[in-house]
């Protein structure tokens, strides 16, 4: 099957501007995740989506950041503005959701880099 | 709060001995431990999960993991290490009835195998 794919693989902006990134996961994983991977850290969730809605967004700076997952499938992640800390690695993941111990399946990630 | 601990930042290995990377966790209730590994620009990649049963667990590449729940540990180990298998490797774990999104990851482990 055909894994999660993210793009673009490389970013680099300006502090200030915005960027965005898209992520569309395996086909039939119903739950979508977003992660930001600092460098020397674990990934940290942002945001998970079930379906076209939002089962958690506590720890996404919603200030700055959003995402949406039209039609339940594609998402796009998006910064504006962005800052130098915004620098890391984006990660999208997607697993099934019929039992709630099934792993995660990890994009490649966007690395973003603010100058 | 739930929280994971891998207490080493690097483990080296010459090939063909046996390797462990540990992991310590911190959760309320029931855990959901998981074990992952990323190579260079790569996203993670699943390796193995506890959820319950035997604490023994295998999982792919020649992996397997011991939940031990006195010491809150789940560490992974590999009889025969192997050149291949130099890369970061996390740990995450989710308290059972947690959100699915819920994963918190360690900081991460550089495993170093050597010819």
């Known amino acids: 099957e055909a894994g999660v794919a993210q793009s673009p693989r490389y970013k680099i902006i300006e502090k200030r501007q915005s960027v965005a990134f898209w992520c569309n996961p395996i086909?039939?994983?119903?739950?979508l995740y977003w992660y930001q991977q600092i460098l020397g850290q674990g990934p940290k969730l942002l945001i998970q989506?079930?379906?076209?809605?939002?089962?958690?967004d506590s720890q996404l700076p919603k200030d700055r950041f959003s995402a949406e997952r039209l039609k339940g499938v594609d998402s796009t992640l998006k910064i504006q503005p962005a800052k130098l800390e915004d620098s890391a690695v984006y990660l999208c993941?997607?697993?099934?959701?019929?039992?709630?111990?099934?792993?995660?399946?990890f994009g490649d990630g966007t690395r973003l880099s603010i100058l | 709060a739930q929280s994971v601990a891998q207490p080493e930042d690097q483990v080296n290995v010459a090939e063909g001995n046996p390797l462990t990377v540990k992991c310590t966790y911190s959760?309320?209730?029931?855990?959901?431990l998981f074990w992952y590994v990323q190579y260079p620009n790569r996203g993670l990649q699943f390796l193995l999960k506890?959820?319950?049963?035997?604490?023994l667990v295998k999982g792919s590449y020649g992996f397997e993991a011991e939940f031990n729940k006195s010491q809150t540990s789940f560490h992974l180990k590999k009889p025969s290490a192997l050149v291949s298998d130099s890369a970061l490797y996390f740990c995450?774990?989710?308290?059972?009835?947690?959100?699915?999104?819920?994963?918190?990851f360690g900081k991460g482990t550089k495993l170093s195998v050597k010819p």
């Open positions: 993941a997607s697993s099934s959701p019929q039992t709630g111990n099934q792993p995660q399946h």
């Open positions: 086909s039939g994983h119903a739950t």
């Open positions: 989506f079930q379906n076209n809605g939002v089962v958690d």
């Open positions: 959760v309320s209730g029931n855990p959901y």
């Open positions: 506890y959820i319950t049963g035997d604490n």
């Open positions: 995450a774990v989710r308290a059972y009835g947690g959100s699915q999104g819920n994963l918190i």
